[in-house]
C-alpha cells in the first residue's frame, strides 16, 4: 500500500484540528502508520491553516503533503480550494465547504473575491463534492460542527467503513457535543 | 506500560522530560517550541513555569541542576539569542543534576521574524547538540540528553524545527524513573566562572568536545541505514525525513542524531563507501562545511537553497529534476493573512495612532499585525524589547519629532524586556512616550500566562506584577491608564503625553476578546437604511464588517460585541443587540 494523504486546509479558528485528530485517530485503530503535521501561531489569527495527515502500512516519512501528492483535499472554505487545489493529485478528491470568508485584502477592497471557484474547478475535470457545511452544522445544533460534517462527506469516499468513521468521532469529541456532531456527520454523509 | 500513542514532536519531549525523571522546567514561550512546557506542566512530578524571558529561565534552570535536579528550558531559536550569555558560561561550569536545552528553529518562518540556524550555538559554545526527526526520537533522544549530559558533565542541546515539533506521530511511552536530587557540594572551581578558574575550565571544554566526537562514533543516536550505494546522503532531523520519503533504499544514509561534535573518522568512513555524497540539511552549510573542512568532497548548498524549509517536492526537483503532475486553478487568489481578531483590544488603538499618523516604533506580539492593512500604523519590528530601547535612540537623535513618535509593547513582553528599556530611558532621561499594550495575556503564542496576569502555568493564583507600579519603581513619574476601545480618550491621551517634555507611559488596558472570561454580552448590527456608506466602520480592519450591496454588513458568527465600529459610526446606524 502506497501512503495515503488527506490535506486539511481552512482559516485559523475553524476547527480543523479536531477533523486531523479523527483522522488520525481513524488511522491508528486499522493499524497504520500515521503522522499528522500542523502549524501553530501566526496562522491561528485568522490566516490560512493547513494540517496534513498521511498515513501508511508501511512507515510514514515525510510529515508534509506536497503538491500533487494528496489524495483527498478536505477544504473548509471556497477560496481555500482554490489556494491549495494544486496540492491535489490529478485523480484526488476534493471535499469543499461553499462556504465564504472574505480576507482582509478582499474586505479592504484591495482585492476581490472570485467568483464560481467550483464551476472552474469542475470543468477542469477535478473531482468535487461541494457542501453548504454551515448550514448542514447549523441544522446539527452547532456553526462550529462544520469539521465533522466535512468528515461525514468525507467518509462516503474513504476506505473506512462508515461504521469506523462514526466510532472514531465518538472517541475524539467531548460527551457533552457527541449529539450535535453525530447528527452532524449524518448530514454531512448524506449530503 | 507500553501504551503507543499519537504524540506531538513537542508532547514527546515533554513526555520525555517526564520519563527522564526530570524534575525542573523553566521556559518562556515561543513558537514552535511553546508546548513542550505546556505539557510538561501537566505532570504533577514536574515543577514548570512561564520565566518572564529566556535568560531567566536558563538561568533558573542552570540554579535548579547545580542544586542537583534533572532541568530543562525551551526556547524558540530567537529565544537562545537573549540566553545566550548564560549558555556561553554554564558550557565552562558543566552540570550536577542533568541539564538540556530545548530550541525550535523555524525554517520558512511559519511564526518567526528570522531564519536562524542554532547549530551555530553548539558549535560556538561548544555543547554537544541533538536533533530528532519525529516523535519517538523526541522522546528517546530526550531522555538520552540527560544521559549524555551527566556523563559529560555538560549542558546538551535537543535541536528541533517546526515541522518535528509540530509533528504527530507514533510513539511508545515508558513509566518515569525516579532520581533522588545529587548531593550538592560546594565546588568553587567548577561553579565560580572568574578568570582563574575559567581558565582551567577552558581545557576540560577542548578535551570533553573531543570526548563526545570520539563517543558520537559509535553512538546509536547515529546511524548508517545501507542501501544503493551509488548515492550516500547524509541528513538529521527533518531534512532526513524528505531524503528517505525521495530516495528510499535507492541510496544509502548516514542519519546524525548527533548533529554537534560530528565524527570526522565516521564521515570519512560513510563517504568512501558511497560513489556520491549528498549533504541535505536546511539552512545553513554546516555539515557540508564540516564535510569539506575534512577533505570530504560532497554535494550541498550547490543545488540545495540556504533558504526555506525543505520538502519531499524540493528534494525531488533539485536532486532529480522531478516534478508532480499537478491541479491547477486560474484565476487570482487573494492572500489571506493573519488579521486581529474581531474584538482585539490592540485595534482602537492602533486605529488612532493611525489617525494621528504617528511614527510608531513596534514589537513583536498580536500588535505587529498593526502594521497590516487597513491600519497600517507601525514602523519598526526589530525583536522582543526593541520598541522601548529603539525609541529612546530615535528619540536622542531626533529631538524634534519626539512629540510624533511613540513605542507600543505588550505586557508579556514588557516583563520579558521592555522594562530594561523603560529604565535607559528614565536613567538617561529621553522625552519619550511608551504605550504598554496589557491585554493580561502572552496573546500571539497562543495565552500565556505571564507575570501580569495574576496565575502561574500551573494555573496557581498568584499577585499579579502591576505595569504601572514598575514604571514608577524605575522613575517614570507620568503614568496613566486608558481603555483602548475609548478612542477618545486614548487619542487625547496620546496628545497629551506627547507633548509634555518628559518621559511617560501610557498603559492601554483591556483583555484579549479570546479569554474565556470575556464575554460582551451583544452583538453588533447595521441598520441599513441608516448606514450611508460612509465606510468609516471599514477603517478598523475588523474581519467580522464588510460591506455587501454597498451597506456595511456584521457577520454574526464572527462578531464579540466590543463595541468598537458603533463608536466609529456618525449616523448611528451601527446597534448593538442584546444576548
Ligand atoms: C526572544 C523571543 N522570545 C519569544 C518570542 C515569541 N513571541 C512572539 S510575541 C510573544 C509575546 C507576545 O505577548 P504580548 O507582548 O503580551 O503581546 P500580545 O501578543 O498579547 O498582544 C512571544 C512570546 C520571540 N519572538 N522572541
Redesign the interface.
Given at each position: 500500500m502506497s501512503t495515503t494523504n488527506i490535506m486539511i486546509a481552512g482559516v485559523g479558528g475553524q476547527g480543523s484540528l479536531l477533523a486531523s485528530r479523527v483522522l488520525g485517530a481513524l488511522a491508528i485503530n486499522k493499524g497504520f502508520d500515521v503522522k499528522v503535521s500542523e502549524v501553530h501561531g501566526m496562522s491561528q489569527r485568522g490566516g490560512s491553516v493547513v494540517t496534513y495527515v498521511r498515513y501508511s502500512e508501511e512507515k510514514v516519512a515525510s510529515p508534509v503533503i506536497c503538491r500533487g501528492e494528496a489524495d483527498f483535499l478536505l477544504c473548509f472554505e471556497q477560496l481555500e480550494a482554490a489556494r491549495w487545489i494544486e496540492y491535489l493529485k490529478p485523480d484526488g478528491v476534493l471535499v469543499v465547504n461553499t462556504q465564504k470568508m472574505l480576507p482582509m485584502p478582499v474586505i479592504t477592497g484591495a482585492a476581490e473575491y472570485p467568483e464560481g471557484i467550483i464551476d472552474d474547478l469542475k470543468a477542469k475535470g477535478v473531482k468535487v463534492i461541494a457542501l453548504d457545511a454551515l448550514k448542514l452544522a447549523a441544522e446539527a445544533g452547532s456553526e462550529k460542527a462544520v469539521n465533522i460534517v466535512l468528515i461525514g462527506a468525507f467518509a462516503r469516499f474513504c476506505e473506512f467503513s462508515k461504521e469506523e468513521v462514526e466510532a472514531c468521532i465518538r472517541s475524539c469529541v467531548p460527551a457533552k457535543f457527541l449529539d450535535i456532531n453525530l447528527k452532524a456527520f449524518e448530514l454531512g454523509y448524506n449530503a | 506500560m507500553s501504551d503507543k500513542i499519537?504524540l506531538l514532536g513537542n508532547g514527546a519531549v515533554a513526555r520525555g522530560l517526564y520519563e527522564a525523571g526530570c524534575k525542573f522546567v523553566s521556559s518562556y514561550p515561543g513558537?514552535?517550541s511553546?508546548?513542550i512546557t505546556e505539557f510538561a506542566a501537566q505532570y504533577d512530578e514536574i515543577y514548570a513555569e512561564w520565566a518572564p524571558n529566556e535568560k531567566v529561565a536558563f538561568e533558573a534552570a542552570v540554579g535548579a541542576s547545580i542544586a542537583g535536579a534533572r532541568s530543562f528550558t525551551a526556547m524558540k531559536h530567537v529565544g537562545l539569542n537573549v540566553a545566550a550569555d548564560p549558555l556561553f558560561t554554564a558550557s565552562y561550569t558543566g552540570v550536577n543534576g542533568g541539564f538540556v536545552i530545548g530550541v525550535a528553529d523555524d525554517p520558512a518562518m511559519?511564526?518567526s521574524q528570522n531564519e536562524q540556524d542554532s547549530r551555530h550555538y553548539a558549535i560556538a559554545a561548544k555543547l554537544p547538540m541533538l536533533e530528532p526527526s519525529?516523535s519517538t526520537e523526541c522522546l528517546e533522544f530526550t531522555k538520552a540528553a540527560f544521559e549524555l549530559s551527566e556523563k559529560f558533565d555538560t549542558p546538551v542541546i535537543l535541536r528541533l524545527c517546526?515541522?518535528?515539533a509540530?509533528?504527530?506521530?507514533?510513539t511508545a511511552l515508558s513509566d518515569r524513573i525516579e532520581l533522588p536530587l545529587k548531593e550538592y557540594v560546594k565546588n568553587p572551581q567548577k561553579y565560580i566562572m572568574n578568570p582563574g578558574n575559567a581558565v582551567r575550565r577552558h581545557p576540560v571544554v577542548e578535551q570533553r568536545t573531543f570526548d563526545i566526537a570520539e563517543f558520537a562514533k559509535t553512538s546509536s543516536l547515529n546511524r548508517v541505514e545501507w542501501g544503493d550505494k551509488a548515492i550516500g546522503i547524509i541528513a538529521s532531523g527533518?531534512s532526513y525525513?524528505?531524503a528517505?520519503?525521495v530516495f528510499g533504499d535507492k541510496a544509502s544514509y548516514l542519519k546524525l542524531g548527533i548533529v554537534n561534535p560530528i565524527n570526522a573518522d565516521m564521515v570519512k568512513d560513510f563517504a568512501s563507501k558511497v560513489e556520491e555524497l549528498y549533504v541535505i540539511e536546511e539552512l545553513d552549510p554546516v555539515i557540508e562545511s564540516f564535510c569539506k573542512a575534512n577533505g570530504i568532497a560532497c554535494h550541498g548548498k550547490d543545488m540545495l537553497p540556504i533558504c526555506g524549509e525543505f520538502?519531499?517536492?524540493l528534494l525531488k526537483k533539485m536532486l532529480l529534476g522531478e516534478?508532480?503532475?499537478?491541479?491547477?486553478?486560474?484565476?487570482?487568489?487573494?492572500?489571506?493573512?493573519?488579521?486581529?481578531?474581531p474584538g482585539c483590544p490592540h485595534r482602537g488603538l492602533f486605529y488612532v495612532l493611525k489617525k494621528l499618523k504617528l511614527t510608531v516604533l513596534g514589537d513583536i506580539g498580536?500588535y505587529t499585525?498593526g502594521g497590516?492593512?487597513?491600519l497600517t500604523a507601525l514602523d519598526t519590528t526589530i525583536c522582543m524589547g526593541a520598541s522601548v530601547s529603539g525609541l529612546h535612540g530615535f528619540n536622542k537623535v531626533r529631538p524634534d519629532s519626539s512629540d510624533k513618535t511613540v513605542a507600543v509593547i505588550g505586557d508579556s513582553t514588557f516583563m520579558h524586556s521592555g522594562m530594561t528599556g523603560l529604565t535607559d530611558i528614565a536613567y538617561n532621561r529621553s522625552v519619550s512616550t511608551v504605550l504598554v499594550l496589557d491585554n493580561h495575556i502572552t496573546g500571539?503564542?497562543?495565552h500565556q500566562q505571564n507575570p501580569c496576569t495574576g496565575l502561574t502555568l500551573k494555573n496557581v493564583p498568584v499577585e499579579p506584577i502591576k505595569i504601572e507600579d514598575v514604571c514608577a519603581a524605575v522613575g517614570i513619574k507620568r503614568v496613566r491608564v486608558i481603555d483602548p476601545n475609548d478612542i477618545k480618550e486614548t487619542e487625547a491621551a496620546i496628545k497629551e503625553e506627547l507633548k509634555v517634555e518628559e518621559p511617560s507611559v501610557i498603559i492601554a488596558r483591556r483583555p484579549c476578546a479570546l479569554l474565556k472570561k470575556v464575554n460582551y454580552g451583544c452583538k453588533y448590527t447595521v441598520d441599513s437604511d441608516s448606514c450611508k456608506s460612509c465606510r468609516l466602520c471599514?477603517g478598523i480592519?475588523c474581519?467580522a464588517?464588510?460591506?455587501k450591496d454597498g451597506k456595511a454588513s456584521i457577520d454574526q458568527?464572527l462578531c464579540v460585541g466590543c463595541g468598537l465600529c458603533e463608536t466609529m459610526c456618525n449616523f448611528g446606524a451601527i446597534r448593538k443587540v442584546q444576548l
Open positions: - | 499519537l513558537t514552535p511553546t508546548e511559519h511564526s519525529d517546526t515541522r518535528v509540530h509533528s504527530q506521530s507514533i527533518a525525513l524528505y528517505k520519503e520538502s519531499q517536492e516534478e508532480n503532475a499537478v491541479n491547477s486553478y486560474e484565476g487570482n487568489v487573494p492572500v489571506r493573512p493573519p488579521v486581529m481578531c498580536c499585525l497590516a492593512a487597513p500571539m503564542t497562543g471599514m480592519g474581519p464588517i464588510s460591506f458568527t
